[in-house]
């Protein structure tokens, strides 16, 4: 049986990136599960035994929220759900509303753009120097720059890909104008 989409099979890549985008977001779950056992047991042995596991917090704040958020964006955005604020483009006809939905994505690409290329630099930097948190525990923070910038990579990406797939599946528009 055949699972690849329309969008699939007309654009080049977007098949591998889909299974890249998949598997990310599998290790974002398993990081969203990871980190809920985590703060359990910190939970646990403060009530238990009196005090906490050392460096949930840092553990917590530097590397599980990055991992699942970053992880989990491009995904999100394969699946159409990212927060779509549909307040103003509720009332457009259908030809205005592609336009709205191509600008919007457009820029979205660009914005994102930006901050992978920004988002490298910092991880090239955070490498050099073996960049370091310090808390109750001294984490290193480096590899999760790494991460910080991959995830925004693969978010624009598939904004790229979304694009894409507006341009070139215009029935809407083309039916309408």
Avoid: C
């Avoid at 969203?32 to 553990?59: Q, S, W």
């Avoid at 103003?88 to 919007?104: F, K």
């Avoid at 910092?122 to 808390?135: E, S």
């Amino acid at each position: 049986m055949d699972t690849a989409t329309d969008a699939e099979r007309r654009i080049p890549g977007q098949k591998a990136l889909s299974r890249v985008l998949y598997a990310s977001a599998v290790i974002a779950g398993i990081a969203t599960l990871a980190m809920g056992v985590h703060i359990a047991a910190d939970v646990g042995f403060r009530n238990l035994g009196g005090a906490p596991l050392p460096g949930t917090l840092e553990i917590t704040q530097n590397w599980s929220m990055v991992v699942i958020v970053m992880l989990a964006m491009g995904y999100a955005e394969r699946i159409g759900e990212h927060i779509n604020a549909t307040i103003l483009t509720q009332y457009l006809d259908p030809v205005s509303r592609w336009w709205s939905d191509l600008i919007v994505r457009l820029l979205m690409f660009l914005f994102v753009s930006a901050l992978t290329y920004y988002s490298i630099l910092a991880a090239i930097f955070a490498v050099q120097v073996q960049q370091i948190a310090l808390g109750a525990i001294t984490i290193p923070i480096w590899p999760v720059k790494i991460v910080l910038a991959l995830g925004f990579a693969l978010f624009a990406l598939q904004l790229l890909m979304s694009v894409i797939s507006l341009v070139t599946n215009d029935r809407t528009r083309k039916s309408n104008v």
